[in-house]
């Protein structure tokens, strides 16, 4: 394989993994906030839920962007954001734009994380 063909479902997978950086930084540079948060969405003991959802993230957006497990890190990726999207829909209701904070970036992020390992 040459450098410059790359397999578009690499780029995608790397891109998915990538995307988990922001998402933990948020989470650990506001523990406090983000632990109501959590409560809000009813996941108690919230602290405990926001730090083993930042290694989750971190583990899956690793084994994303370094292709180690790229199926299980999918996996791991997917549950994530699947309960991120359940607290969403909790707090806010079933709406489904962002500007009513819905659900769609993290059901679209899902999706993109299982065609990205997808052979």
């Known amino acids: 394989m040459d ?39 009813g996941f108690h003991p919230a602290g405990a839920f926001v730090i083993i959802t930042i290694i989750a993230e971190l583990i899956a957006g690793s084994g994303l962007v370094l292709n180690i497990f790229p199926r299980l890190a999918a996996g791991l990726a997917v549950a994530v954001l699947l309960g991120a999207s359940y607290a969403v829909l909790r707090i806010s209701g079933w709406n489904w734009r962002w500007q009513k904070q819905g659900p769609e970036f993290m059901i679209f992020w899902s999706a993109a994380c299982v065609l990205a390992v997808l052979d």
Do not use: D, Q, Y
Request: aromatic share 10%; charged share 15%.
């Open 3 to 41: 450098f410059l063909s790359v397999e578009p479902s690499s780029v995608l997978r790397v891109l998915c993994g990538l995307w988990f950086i922001p998402h933990c930084i948020g989470k650990m540079r506001n523990v406090g906030p983000a632990s109501a948060t959590f409560a809000k969405a």
